[in-house]
């Protein structure tokens, strides 16, 4: 099971926007509340990568969600998942299409 990461401010997400230029990460935008976003959330902690796995609480944490999206130029969708590098959202899915196997292949957009 992954360890999932979570973003609480604005300066860790900062942080974490800067790291992309040398690591990419994969963030997920999680809603406590959605039982789509949960089939997601054991999507994401149940994929096996060396990437870390960062999250951001959407309810919780809505001014950093809103950031992010105005940040990697997404449209705003919870739940999300997101390949980040360079400052840039090199693929992104959401809801359903959260899957172990999807986030498996969208390690290929980092070549």
Known sequence: MTNLLEITSHEQWKELLELSETQPFFLFKHSTTCPISAFAHRQVTNFQTDLPIYFV?????????LEIADDLNVTHQS?????????????????????????????????
């Open 79 to 111: 739940p999300q998942a997101i390949l980040v590098m360079h400052r840039l959202a090199k693929w992104d899915q959401s809801h359903y299409d959260i899957t172990e196997e999807t986030m498996a292949s969208a390690i290929d957009f980092l070549i």
């Open 57 to 65: 609480k959407v309810i919780e944490n809505r001014p950093i969600s």
